[in-house]
């Protein structure tokens, strides 16, 4: 005769969890990212933790002046870096490359980059970030921080002789400790220019500048303008030539590193586990 075994169940156990996936943020974006990437010149990410600072487009490879230390880089939704560079002014620190055709424009251009300031300008001072200047009657053009007898503003200079500068400027005051993304962008016919700060316009087209620019023998230089140098860290600077950036091509360079593209977001994934056990065996 068979015997049955017969187990006598006294404990069941279920446990339900949830397993969050998260977004993983992407490195800096390559040039093909952004809008109008046919017309990027250059495009330096500048988180080299020292040295010379490449040049992902190009070969316009940023010498190093007076020793650029780096720094934590920027942090956003869809872009980050582990380093940035990190000017200091009192150092007189900043990042140069020799002149050549490619960074001689002199129709309509424009520029973009990160800009985290450590301080900012006291009155009649500029803080430079991005140009070609070099004084004299070799002048071109440049941007930066300006402080106008008390009142902070973006910059953006340029010489159609390469003697006198016509500065163009939007008034805006930043927080210290704080990252911006910074376009400037030049129309060369109309002479106009436009600032935008993480992709929001700053005031309205400003209709002074010069309509053209000087082809100066000057170095091309990062953070520093003539002698007015940055304080502060700077991150991804990118320089368009030959094309002026719309509003809309603006803001979506900004989303770039700022929302997270589709297909690439979070999720998660539920489970069941289920265990029980027994303490009685019998046959019968």
Avoid at 69 to 91: C, F, K, L, M, Q
Wanted: hydrophobic share 40%; aromatic share 12%.
């Amino acid at each position: 005769m068979c015997k049955r075994y017969i187990a006598s169940l006294t404990a069941i156990a279920i446990l339900t969890f949830t397993v969050s996936v998260g977004h993983v943020k992407a490195a800096l974006p390559d040039s093909s990212s952004f809008s109008q990437s046919g017309s990027i010149v250059s495009k330096w990410n500048l988180d080299e933790t020292s040295g010379t600072r490449a040049d992902s487009v190009s070969t316009n490879t940023l010498a190093d002046n007076n020793t650029v230390p780096a720094t934590d880089g920027i942090s956003e939704a869809n872009a980050s870096a582990e380093s940035a560079a990190d000017h200091s002014r009192g150092s007189s620190e900043f990042l140069s490359k020799t002149d050549n055709a490619a960074l001689s424009p002199t129709g309509d251009l424009g520029f973009g980059v990160w800009m985290y300031a450590d301080s900012v300008p006291t009155s009649g001072q500029i803080h430079g970030i991005m140009g070609k200047s070099g004084g004299g009657s070799n002048r071109a053009f440049y941007f930066g921080l300006y402080n106008a007898s008390g009142t902070p503003k973006l910059l953006f200079a340029n010489s159609a002789a390469g003697s006198a500068d016509v500065l163009t400027s939007v008034d805006w005051t930043p927080s210290t400790a704080t990252w911006y993304y910074v376009t400037v962008v030049y129309d060369a016919s109309a002479g106009e220019v436009d600032f935008y700060v993480n992709g929001a316009a700053q005031g309205a087209t400003a209709g002074s500048a010069n309509t053209s620019l000087f082809d100066s023998t000057a170095d091309f230089t990062i953070g520093t303008a003539l002698t007015d140098y940055w304080d502060g860290r700077l991150q991804d600077a990118i320089l368009w030539t030959g094309v002026e950036l719309s509003a809309e091509e603006v803001l979506v360079n900004y989303q770039v590193y700022t929302v997270v593209s589709g297909g690439g977001g979070g999720g998660s994934a539920m489970g069941v586990f289920f265990s029980f056990y027994s303490d009685k065996n019998t046959y019968a």
